[in-house]
């Protein structure tokens, strides 16, 4: 397995793990009764936390990576046939 595909396969997951915690602790601003910007769409969320779902899911990403590196590499799960 090439130094790419690593790369390739921790990008993909790091999307996939970043899009599946976008939504997690999500308060939009009417859930915690404050007043929106004025032109702000109703839906925005407050405070979305995105440096700190970014860096989790980097940590995701890298564990799940590693865990598909060696599984792969293993003679327990073949790819090919």
Known sequence: MGFVT???????????VFFAALPVGVRHD??????????????APSNPNLKKKAIYTSVIALVL???YYFL???D?????E
């Not at 690593?6 to 996939?16: N, Q």
């Not at 009417?30 to 839906?43: F, I, L, Y």
Request: proline letters at 0%; glycine letters at 6%; hydrophobic letters at 60%.
């Open 72 to 74: 792969a590499s293993s």
């Open 30 to 43: 009417q859930e915690m009764d404050e007043v929106s910007v004025e032109g702000a769409d109703a839906g």
């Open 6 to 16: 690593l790369i390739l396969v921790y990008v993909v997951i790091w999307w996939l």
């Open 76 to 80: 327990l799960i073949s790819f090919r």
């Open 65 to 67: 990576t590693v865990a």
